[in-house]
């Protein structure tokens, strides 16, 4: 009973002070707690959920093979003309770089690689009126290596060698479909 009792206060008390750090914050090497209020918010307003799709194609085709390395910037370019309010944003054909932010190689026991691209630069575009993350992965190989290594361990040491099936190359073609989103509104 002692338990339960106690295990109740401690919640009573962490939602007590969850509470109260909502209301103010302590900033470090300050005396006064700042209170948040309207003017010390962000100003950006996202209620509007209103989306361009801005599809894209890379130049030259990447992979995990060969990887570019992290931090890299690569090209890519519209496939179509892009209107927002009859104005020309995007124009098809226009060269459009964008940052490699992570290369995830091929793992043991099938775990596919992976490129993850963003930070993509349109002129005119801010960075935060935009949702750019694309990432691309391999041949997802742990569906049928999991079940052979079980089955595999009744023979000793057996199941062990599906450690070393590696999951497939990630790779963006030329012909993939890449879109990314502008918010006009945000």
């Given at each position: 009973m002692n338990k339960i009792f106690g295990t109740i206060l401690i919640f009573c008390f962490t939602v007590l002070s969850c509470n109260a750090a909502q209301e103010t914050i302590?900033?470090?090497?300050?005396?006064?707690?700042?209170?948040?209020?309207?003017?010390?918010?962000?100003?950006?307003?996202?209620?509007?959920?209103?989306?361009?799709?801005?599809?894209?194609?890379?130049?030259?085709?990447?992979?995990?093979?060969?990887?570019?390395?992290?931090?890299?910037?690569?090209?890519?370019?519209?496939?179509?003309?892009?209107?927002y309010n009859r104005k020309l944003i995007v124009r098809s054909g226009q060269i459009i770089p964008a940052r490699v932010e992570n290369i995830i190689t091929s793992g043991m026991n099938g775990f596919p690689a992976e490129i993850v691209v963003n930070n993509f630069q349109i002129e005119g575009i801010s960075q935060s009126q935009l949702i750019s993350e694309y990432s691309k992965k391999g041949q997802n190989r742990c569906y049928w290596v999991y079940p052979l290594k079980w089955s595999l361990t009744l023979i000793p040491f057996v199941g062990s060698l599906t450690n070393f099936i590696m999951g497939g190359h990630a790779k963006i073609k030329t012909t993939d479909k890449i879109t990314i989103y502008y918010y006009p509104q945000w």
């Amino acid at each position: 009973m002692n338990k339960i009792f106690g295990t109740i206060l401690i919640f009573c008390f962490t939602v007590l002070s969850c509470n109260a750090a909502q209301e103010t914050i302590m900033l470090p090497n300050s005396e006064k707690p700042v209170e948040i209020t309207e003017q010390n918010t962000l100003p950006y307003d996202f209620s509007s959920t209103k989306k361009i799709p801005i599809e894209l194609s890379i130049i030259e085709e990447i992979t995990t093979k060969n990887p570019p390395n992290e931090g890299d910037i690569i090209n890519f370019k519209a496939t179509k003309n892009i209107f927002y309010n009859r104005k020309l944003i995007v124009r098809s054909g226009q060269i459009i770089p964008a940052r490699v932010e992570n290369i995830i190689t091929s793992g043991m026991n099938g775990f596919p690689a992976e490129i993850v691209v963003n930070n993509f630069q349109i002129e005119g575009i801010s960075q935060s009126q935009l949702i750019s993350e694309y990432s691309k992965k391999g041949q997802n190989r742990c569906y049928w290596v999991y079940p052979l290594k079980w089955s595999l361990t009744l023979i000793p040491f057996v199941g062990s060698l599906t450690n070393f099936i590696m999951g497939g190359h990630a790779k963006i073609k030329t012909t993939d479909k890449i879109t990314i989103y502008y918010y006009p509104q945000w």
